[in-house]
């Protein structure tokens, strides 16, 4: 089946690009899928995949597992005619997701934007419309955590993979927002600035930079009151959480 969309940004979907919506419920399909998605750079020896996913089970036990949870996979994805390259590939020893089948992944476009963004020469990048579009079009592929609410009971070996996956992304999401809502400010576009910017204090709720661009923003549009609302916010958590008082910049 061609023309994948796959979506980890929040919780799992997939799509086809015709047919719509695939369903996929079964927790370690999930799992195994988007391990492979995301370290699609390589083949995954079956050994290594079965103490992922399935670390207490007898050896016998996990292996049929395994051939059980890929069926259900090559099911649900379809399968290739043949001019189309397949999406998964596997043999006796190792599994892998196929880099070059048709497909698009929310988490690889989200960073090639940013890669874009930073291969762009321009003197300041919050005054570059170019690169405005991209950290939108970023932004708007955010539909929450990468694989929201999804865990894996007794695998910690992948709850640590997956942990690594959402921080590192975090870091990158902020980034994004941080940058989308200085560009939004300096184009005079208010509203969505201050959209961005507590879509910000949603992953940074301790981040006085944050905090200082949402009550600029406001401030800018006339909403005083607001902003002072915002100030309270975080003079409050940074005391409740850290033990500080808002810095001078941010006071």
């Given at each position: 089946?061609?023309?994948l969309?796959?979506?980890?940004?929040?919780?799992?979907?997939?799509?086809?690009?015709?047919?719509?919506?695939?369903?996929?419920?079964?927790?370690?399909?999930?799992?195994l899928?988007?391990?492979?998605?995301?370290?699609?750079?390589?083949?995954?020896?079956?050994?290594?995949?079965?103490?992922l996913l399935?670390p207490?089970?007898p050896?016998a036990?996990?292996?049929n597992?395994?051939?059980?949870?890929?069926?259900?996979?090559?099911?649900?994805?379809?399968?290739?005619?043949?001019?189309?390259?397949?999406?998964?590939?596997?043999?006796?020893?190792?599994?892998?997701?196929?880099?070059?089948?048709?497909?698009?992944?929310?988490?690889?476009?989200?960073?090639?934007?940013?890669?874009?963004?930073?291969?762009?020469?321009?003197?300041?990048?919050?005054d570059?419309?170019?690169?405005?579009?991209?950290?939108?079009?970023?932004?708007?592929?955010?539909?929450?955590?990468?694989?929201?609410?999804?865990?894996?009971?007794?695998?910690?070996?992948?709850?640590?993979w997956?942990l690594?996956?959402?921080?590192?992304?975090?870091?990158?999401?902020?980034?994004?927002?941080?940058?989308?809502?200085?560009f939004q400010?300096?184009?005079?576009?208010?509203?969505?600035?201050?959209?961005?910017?507590?879509?910000?204090?949603?992953?940074?709720?301790?981040?006085?930079?944050?905090?200082?661009?949402?009550?600029?923003?406001?401030?800018?549009?006339?909403?005083?009151?607001?902003?002072?609302?915002?100030?309270?916010?975080?003079?409050?958590?940074?005391?409740?959480?850290?033990?500080?008082?808002?810095?001078?910049?941010?006071?």
């Amino acid at each position: 089946m061609a023309g994948l969309i796959f979506s980890l940004l929040g919780q799992l979907h997939i799509e086809h690009r015709q047919l719509g919506a695939i369903p996929l419920t079964n927790r370690k399909a999930i799992g195994l899928l988007t391990y492979l998605l995301i370290e699609s750079d390589h083949a995954h020896s079956r050994d290594f995949l079965l103490g992922l996913l399935w670390p207490d089970l007898p050896t016998a036990a996990a292996q049929n597992n395994l051939r059980v949870t890929w069926a259900q996979l090559q099911k649900v994805l379809g399968t290739s005619s043949a001019d189309e390259q397949p999406h998964l590939l596997g043999d006796r020893l190792s599994l892998r997701f196929n880099p070059l089948s048709d497909y698009e992944l929310d988490v690889t476009r989200f960073r090639a934007l940013i890669a874009a963004c930073r291969r762009h020469s321009h003197p300041d990048p919050h005054d570059c419309a170019e690169c405005g579009a991209r950290l939108r079009e970023a932004a708007d592929l955010v539909r929450g955590d990468f694989l929201a609410q999804f865990s894996l009971a007794n695998c910690m070996q992948f709850d640590e993979w997956l942990l690594m996956q959402r921080q590192q992304l975090q870091v990158e999401i902020t980034a994004v927002l941080e940058h989308l809502a200085a560009f939004q400010e300096r184009a005079g576009q208010l509203v969505e600035a201050e959209r961005t910017a507590r879509r910000l204090l949603e992953y940074d709720s301790l981040s006085e930079a944050a905090y200082r661009q949402l009550m600029r923003v406001l401030s800018r549009g006339d909403q005083r009151s607001a902003a002072l609302d915002v100030y309270e916010t975080c003079r409050h958590l940074l005391a409740a959480e850290l033990g500080l008082a808002p810095t001078v910049e941010t006071v």
